[in-house]
């Protein structure tokens, strides 16, 4: 069964340095977005991409944020200069349309120090 | 949008017993409802959805209710065995009209299954 991948699993990093997060995301699915779970709290919709551009984004995806799908299988999501707050688990998720399910990775847990 | 949240956050059923996992939204514009699993260290996995022009779904040991007039939403497990045990979230969602849909989840249930 075709999966979400997600890599790295685990990303220790220095304050104010950047962060790439990577994702594969489901081969026919052409909706993707990236969610975070602070640990102990919801997860929470950060940025949602269709056709190579932002559809929607929440108060959390700031300038510091980006996106990009730079070949036809890749999903990424950069932190530009990461903050202690941005410690948490990244989850990628995809969807064959919008209105379909959305799959989701096993996420990215970074942690800021 | 507005917040999704769950009654109980933690249940502890024993095993072969039938567990019922409850949800309140707030946002009448909720058009499609999703349970999802999580295990530790796993991400979200897709259980079961449910649409708002239906009020019961069933899936294979799996049932979601949806009651529009006082927005709740349950998710039943019929026969709890112990692969069951993991947080379980509900989520609700919305579109803004920008062409994409948002998932607003809940803070989860913790469903502890005892052999």
């Known amino acids: 069964e075709p999966e979400v991948t997600q890599t790295p699993s685990h990303q220790v990093t220095q304050m104010g340095q950047e962060v790439i997060l990577r994702c594969v995301p489901i081969?026919?699915?052409?909706?993707f977005y990236w969610y975070r779970q602070i640990l102990g709290q919801k997860v929470e919709f950060l940025v949602s991409?269709?056709?190579?551009?932002?559809?929607?984004k929440s108060e959390i995806f700031d300038d510091q944020f980006s996106v990009e799908r730079p070949d036809g299988s890749n999903f990424t999501l950069k932190i530009r200069s990461t903050k202690l707050e941005d410690s948490a688990m990244y989850f990628c998720?995809?969807?064959?349309?919008?209105?379909?399910?959305?799959?989701f990775g096993p996420g990215t847990r970074l942690l800021v120090l | 949008g507005e917040s999704v949240g769950l009654h109980l956050p933690t249940l502890s059923v024993q095993e072969g017993d039938n567990s019922i996992i409850n949800c309140a939204y707030s946002?009448?514009?909720?058009?499609?409802f999703i349970w999802y699993k999580q295990e530790s260290g796993k991400g979200p996995q897709f259980i079961i959805d449910?649409?708002?022009?239906?009020d019961k779904r069933q899936g294979q040991r799996v049932t979601v209710l949806l009651n529009k007039t006082v927005k709740h939403l349950s998710l039943q497990i019929a026969a709890t065995q112990p692969g069951d045990s993991a947080v379980y979230f509900c989520?609700?969602?919305?579109?803004?009209?920008?062409?994409?849909?948002?998932?607003?989840f809940g803070k989860g249930t913790k469903l502890s299954v005892i052999p």
């Open positions: 991409f269709y056709n190579n551009e932002i559809s929607e």
């Open positions: 081969s026919n699915h052409l909706y």
């Open positions: 998720a995809s969807g064959k349309d919008r209105q379909e399910t959305q799959y």
């Open positions: 989520a609700e969602r919305w579109s803004s009209g920008a062409g994409s849909y948002q998932l607003t």
């Open positions: 449910i649409r708002s022009n239906m």
């Open positions: 946002n009448s514009a909720s058009d499609y």
